[in-house]
């Protein structure tokens, strides 16, 4: 798609100003309007988006629906249900030394919100923080990835047929595009993309001190412990692995098994991704692509790491790699670097849970952590730091909207989904209203009674 012009960037951005400005968000009805508009462009929208899901990613329309329709229909149900209920001002209670005072919190919307998306997941990673915006009573501009061509253009016809763009408008283009984005001033700037990108963004946001909210990655660890039940994780790991070809920000990045399971659950895993697709996963419907030829030369590198106990196979054209385990690698070999997006899993063993957090720990926090097994359950959580965390499951957590999605350190700042959707896009301003009946003189200089307030205090 070409790049949206410099100066229709700068027009949106000026009526968006104007528009928000002219409080006319504020309103809860028109909130729930809006959200109803989205919700209803989204139903009609679906099957065109699904096609170009599978055109940009080769995702068939039954993922598509699992991993990006279905959790955008979740989000627009939970914030049309509880909207009113966020939004109400919420009393505290205050302390006696402010008598005959009283407190409470009110959300407000923050503003303008610049709401840049990725391309793995590029309708539900876009929409997503959108739902958050319009409930809290923001303006938004979103920018989509380039990377997705064919979905960006539904998108834009989406947005662009259902909003005004001095209320929601969509952007189209390049990182250049994303330069001058990040060049104006926003009250608020959602990302979601690698943390090397959040930096730059954090970077830009920090020139106007902007409130961001940083949704990135980082190598999610998958430990199996000896007590773990082996078929049933090896299941869920080939599942959380294989969605979207393993280009998700919480796949399960590499797997820490105890070496007393090492071979039987590697056996189970190779077996596991043969039963996903009936042993034919290159012909599947249901196996996504790599997303681009750099991305594909970076992750077929990556198999000259250690040794392939299963998978290995590559074809350039279709930027098709197959599940892939790999054995022997080290700590400090490139595939344990960096994270992998894609569908090649390093294994490394362990012999005591010590040495797994000593490992874990000693890298940037990731954005998940999975854990299989029921003993170091506890030590486990109480001792590794993460975004988020599932207990002998993988991926699931991001469905459970009462649950904030967010990530910690290397792997992201704030965090979305629910209520907290509302939250990342609203400011929590306190209010404590005095009435005029009575004033204490206590507080008054010169402090009469000085000795006799500070025992109170």
Request: proline content about 6%; aromatic content about 10%; overall charge neutral.
């Amino acid at each position: 798609m070409e790049n949206t012009a410099p100066e229709r960037i700068l027009e949106i951005r000026k009526s968006q100003s104007d528009y928000f400005s002219g409080f006319n968000t504020l309103d809860i009805k028109f909130r729930k309007d809006s959200l109803k508009k989205l919700q209803k462009a989204l139903s009609k929208w679906e099957h065109p988006l699904y096609e170009a899901l599978w055109m940009d990613l080769h995702k068939s329309e039954e993922e598509s629906f699992l991993c990006e329709i279905s959790i955008v229909q979740a989000e627009l149900r939970d914030a049309l249900r509880h909207l009113e209920t966020w939004a109400r001002p919420r009393r505290v209670s205050t302390p006696a030394t402010l008598f005959p005072s009283s407190s409470r919190i009110e959300s407000q919307p923050l503003g303008n919100a610049l709401i840049i998306a990725p391309w793995n997941y590029p309708v539900q990673l876009l929409l997503n923080p959108l739902i958050g915006a319009i409930a809290a009573g923001c303006t938004a501009v979103l920018k989509p990835s380039p990377y997705a061509p064919n979905v960006s253009q539904v998108l834009s016809e989406m947005i662009s047929t259902t909003f005004p763009e001095q209320y929601v408008a969509i952007v189209n283009g390049d990182r250049t595009v994303n330069a001058q984005l990040l060049d104006l001033r926003w009250d608020i700037i959602f990302f979601t993309g690698s943390p090397s990108l959040g930096r730059t963004v954090m970077q830009a946001a920090a020139k106007n001190l902007t409130p961001v909210v940083l949704e990135l990655g980082g190598k999610s660890p998958c430990i199996v412990d000896k007590d773990a039940d082996i078929k049933l994780a090896a299941r869920r790991i080939a599942w959380g692995k294989c969605l979207n070809a393993g280009q998700t920000c919480i796949a399960p990045d590499y797997i820490l098994v105890h070496s007393a399971i090492k071979e039987q659950f590697l056996r189970e895993l190779a077996g596991q991704f043969e039963q996903l697709y009936d042993g034919a996963i290159k012909s599947s419907r249901h196996f996504a692509r790599i997303v681009s030829d750099k991305a594909f030369t970076r992750l077929e590198s990556y198999l000259a790491n250690g040794d392939v106990f299963y998978g290995g196979s590559t074809n350039k054209a279709e930027r098709y790699i197959s599940p892939t385990i790999l054995c022997n690698v080290t700590a400090a070999d490139p595939v344990m670097q960096e994270e992998i997006f894609g569908p090649i899993f390093p294994v490394l063993d362990f012999e005591e849970i010590d040495e797994v957090i000593s490992l874990v720990n000693s890298r940037e926090r990731p954005l998940a952590l999975y854990y299989f097994g029921c003993a170091n359950t506890d030590t486990i959580l109480s001792h590794t730091w993460s975004g988020g965390c599932c207990i002998n499951d993988t991926i699931m957590h991001i469905v459970n909207g009462k649950l904030p999605f967010g990530g910690v350190g290397n792997s992201g700042l704030g965090a979305y989904h629910g209520k907290a959707s509302f939250d990342a896009f609203s400011h929590r301003r306190s209010i404590l209203k005095t009435p005029t009946w009575i004033d204490t003189p206590f507080r008054y200089m010169p402090y009469k009674m000085f000795k006799a307030v500070k025992k109170l205090l």
